[in-house]
């Protein structure tokens, strides 16, 4: 089984910053990419950053220029630092890691339980 974790959620005020932690353990064979989406009250689910196993990243619009993608010195950790943050960055915030675990025939999506992340003042 693989296990996804995330840490480093929190109240935070308007122009703060986070630093959201990602780690994946479990019998995983390959790593496509790993990433976040975010999920707030009432609204879909959607991608916030992912990385690929290569090194490219992807940022959703709304966060660009202030939230950046990393991955750790293992390659089944992740960061999400989050700077000048908003009050419309509040959301639960999933990391997941697209990939393949050692008795699947194929790649799929894990996910993490998620973190809180409140903006407010």
């Known amino acids: 089984q693989v296990q996804v974790v995330e840490s480093g959620g929190g109240l935070v005020q308007p122009g703060g910053s986070l630093r959201l932690s990602c780690a994946a353990s479990g019998n995983i064979i390959s790593i496509n990419a790993m990433g976040w989406y975010r999920q707030a009250p009432g609204k879909q689910r959607e991608l916030v950053a992912a990385?690929?196993?290569?090194?490219?990243?992807n940022y959703a619009d709304s966060v660009k220029g202030r939230f950046t993608i990393a991955r750790g010195n293992a390659k089944n950790v992740v960061y999400l630092q989050m700077n000048s943050l908003k009050p419309e960055d509040t959301a639960v915030y999933y990391c997941?890691?697209?990939?393949?675990?050692?008795?699947?025939?194929?790649?799929?999506?894990?996910w993490g339980q998620g973190t809180q992340v409140t903006v407010s003042s």
């Open positions: 990385i690929t196993s290569g090194g490219s990243t």
């Open positions: 997941y890691l697209n990939g393949r675990q050692g008795w699947a025939l194929k790649d799929d999506n894990y």
